[in-house]
């Protein structure tokens, strides 16, 4: 039997039911599924469905990403609901290619993960698979392992396994109508002005969870704990000098303005750093903020192209501000900080958030 995998807290509870009900087959997965989006998602989703897999025994195939493709199969239907006509077509194209795949492989009976997910439809699934099975000669099965607290039983074991737990199908046209619903902006579909994993991006987690498969390698005791935080992205922002171009300019992590543009002037400079106006704004020369961080970049733009790590900028951040109060205040790197006027663009996000922690034990 070949298995369609959608994601490794549905797969890890289906294919252990699997083998209990089928205990004739032999199971192999295949992991195709180019609706995931961005990419760096589906990398994430690939990395703990593989981790599953080895934990469980199965085989596990790889399909191609092929995210153009299902962009133009499911055109014209962006707006349609979950359960909609969108569903049905994206099921058939996953489906359809686990169907050739089965044939490449000499298995006979084909599957899905989906059926578990308590988001889609039993019945919409149930049809398409008889009907890919029907077209290429195979069989289907569709077993119901929802019922009787299957659900609740799924999220536990995916709790104990500590796998990865996304919050969308992997739908980008789902995901916007998910967070419009959930009032929380869509900062899955963002990438970073600078080359820096950001907290809770999806590159973290990909770094926290290649670090999980290491330490089970190792059989190194360990626990992961969610945390609550305040999270920040940069939209954009720029200095320039009145009446002058744009400066190179760095912006550090939680720099906050009320308004997107504010012109005022630096009134005084006190160990490198330029005090602004308005908006509780501070300007660092290049040198004070190598002095702080420990660091040895020549420019400004040097430090674009290989930005510090943001807990390098937080420590700046609690040297120039405070340790132990919480700034949101704008805090600036130039090469030099001079007297004069400037105009600043600072446009942010800050938001809750949760990640998730890696917790050595013992």
């Known amino acids: 039997m ?5 994601c490794s807290v549905d797969s890890h509870f289906f294919l252990k039911k699997l083998a209990q009900k089928y205990p004739q087959e032999s199971l192999q997965a295949f992991f195709y599924d180019p609706n995931i989006h961005p990419f760096s998602e589906y990398r994430l989703r690939l990395l703990d469905v593989k981790r599953s897999c080895q934990t469980l025994g199965i085989v596990l195939h790889e399909g191609a990403y092929n995210y153009e493709g299902w962009l133009e199969a499911v055109r014209g239907f962006e707006n349609e609901p979950e359960k909609g006509k969108r569903c049905t077509i994206c099921f058939d194209n996953r489906l ?11 298995e006979n009976v084909i599957t899905t993960t989906l059926l578990t997910s308590p988001k889609k439809s039993l019945s919409q699934l149930e049809n398409a698979l008889a009907t890919i099975a029907r077209k290429y000669g195979l069989e289907s099965v569709a077993p119901d392992f929802r019922k009787q607290g299957g659900t609740q039983e799924q999220f536990a074991l995916a709790k104990e396994a500590m796998l990865y737990h996304q919050d969308y199908c992997g739908c980008s046209f789902a995901l916007r109508v998910q967070r419009e619903q959930q009032k ?4 899955e579909l963002s990438s970073p002005l600078r080359p820096q994993v950001l907290p809770s991006s999806i590159e973290e987690r990909i770094a926290l969870y290649e670090k999980v498969m290491d330490y089970e390698a190792e059989a190194t005791p360990f626990r992961l704990m969610r945390e609550k935080f305040l999270n920040y992205r940069l939209l954009r922002g720029w200095v320039r000098k009145s009446e002058g171009s744009v400066l190179p300019s760095y912006i550090l992590f939680y720099s906050t303005c ?33 002095a702080i961080a420990h660091a ?7 430090m674009l192209q290989n930005p510090p790590t943001i807990a390098c900028e937080i420590r ?10 919480f700034s949101l205040s704008p805090l600036i790197v130039l090469d030099e900080v001079e007297m004069g006027g400037y105009e600043l663009c600072v446009e942010s996000k800050s938001y809750p958030d949760i990640r998730e922690n890696l917790v050595l034990i013992g």
């Open 316 to 325: 700046v951040r609690e040297a120039i501000c405070g340790r132990f109060s």
């Open 258 to 290: 009320k308004k997107e543009r504010i012109k005022s002037k630096i009134e005084f400079i006190a160990e490198g750093v330029g005090y602004f106006a308005k908006e509780e704004a501070r300007f660092l020369s290049l040198e004070c903020f190598n």
């Open 184 to 187: 929380r902006w869509v900062d």
């Open 2 to 6: 070949l298995v369609h995998i959608c």
């Open 96 to 106: 359809e290619e686990t169907a050739k795949k089965a044939l490449e492989l000499g």
């Open 296 to 302: 040895r970049y020549d420019s400004v733009k040097e």
